[in-house]
């Protein structure tokens, strides 16, 4: 059984945004090695309840083993949270959260293929059932759609270069391996003055194309919103200011005192009052304070948006 390694980023401000107190319904759809999902039922003691899940079920395993001591108070699946909607029912938490990206467990597991540091296999796949490895996607990809990937979702600066160098690379001898990917790029884009490794954006855009990470959160985001109750709150940490964007402009969306017509621009003439839909519940992120950082790196990055539902 190997031990499940991960901090929870930004756990006591998650806590606080949540509104957590003792009783309740709560959902965390990304379990993750349950760490937030510990901290909500404990705040929620005696008797508040908890769904959870994970797409990855070593997650969903591990999570079910450290919150073991709150038997009967909790239900834990497999599954991948755009789904959620098929499982809870309209309105039915108080509060949810969702703590996006890979967990340490994860980038930790050679044999998963997420890592820059151990080689393993070139799969980084959450749910592991099913659906295209990362091998499958850099041998198989068009040169200009894997620049078009490590461009904009890993901001990568020099995407064209390094696709160009994979594809040449792939013909000779297809990748099978991370550090053979690493290898790779790292020769294609050397940065010997950088602190991380030169591959690290890339293989974050590979990972968000293997997971479908994009399309993932948009209907997760709207699935979690109609599950909870109206008074209930939805905290959400990203580590990708892609992913911040999205959660932004949703939680916006909805606190908007009016709307414009569709298709029209947003211009003052044309704005029609509505009811707000949600309140923010902070304006701007809540970032991990500096000794959270010391103590976890992983954390520098996070990003905390917490916004109330005011609709049924
Ligand atoms: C940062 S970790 C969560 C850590 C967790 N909050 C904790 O305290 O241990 C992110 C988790 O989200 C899961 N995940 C990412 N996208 C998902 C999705 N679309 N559906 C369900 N789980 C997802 C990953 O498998 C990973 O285990």
Redesign the pocket.
């Known amino acids: 059984m190997s031990t499940f390694n991960?901090t929870?980023?930004l756990g006591r401000e998650l806590l606080e945004g949540l509104g957590v107190r003792p009783g309740g319904r709560w959902l965390?759809?990304?379990?993750?090695?349950?760490?937030?999902?510990e901290g909500i039922l404990e705040a929620t003691s005696p008797d508040g309840f908890l769904w959870g899940?994970?797409?990855?079920g070593a997650?969903v395993e591990a999570?079910g083993r450290r919150l073991g001591r709150f038997e009967g108070r909790h239900e834990l699946r497999r599954?991948?949270?755009?789904d959620v909607g098929e499982w809870l029912g309209h309105g039915t938490v108080d509060g949810a959260c969702m703590?996006?990206?890979?967990?340490s467990h994860?980038l930790d597991t050679p044999g998963r293929g997420f890592s820059l540091q151990a080689d393993g296999p070139l799969d980084m796949r959450?749910d592991t059932r099913g659906g295209p490895t990362a091998a499958d996607v850099v041998n198989g990809w068009e040169e200009g759609d894997l620049a078009r990937v490590f461009r904009e979702l890993g901001d990568e600066k020099d995407a064209g270069r390094i696709a160009r160098r994979i594809v040449r690379e792939r013909a000779v001898r297809p990748f099978a391996t991370t550090l053979q990917l690493a290898g790779v790029i790292a020769a294609a884009a050397p940065r010997p003055w950088q602190r991380t490794h030169p591959a690290t954006q890339c293989f974050q855009a590979l990972r968000m194309v293997v997971?479908a990470?994009v399309e993932?959160?948009g209907r997760?985001l709207e699935g979690v919103w109609r599950v909870l109750a109206r008074g209930g709150r939805l905290a959400v940490i990203t580590f990708h200011s892609g992913e911040d964007r999205v959660v932004k402009r949703f939680f916006r969306e909805r606190a908007m005192e009016y709307r414009v017509p569709e298709g029209q621009p947003d211009v003052p003439e044309l704005r029609e009052p509505c009811r707000a839909r949600a309140r923010l519940v902070s304006r701007k992120p809540v970032r991990a304070c500096e000794a959270e950082v010391l103590a976890n790196p992983r954390s520098r990055s996070a990003q905390l948006r917490v916004a109330e539902k005011l609709e049924d």
């Open positions: 991960h929870p980023v965390d759809a990304t379990l993750g090695g349950g760490g937030h999902a899940c994970d797409r990855d997650a999570a599954m991948n949270f755009a703590d996006l990206g890979v967990s994860q959450m997971n990470e993932s959160l997760g």
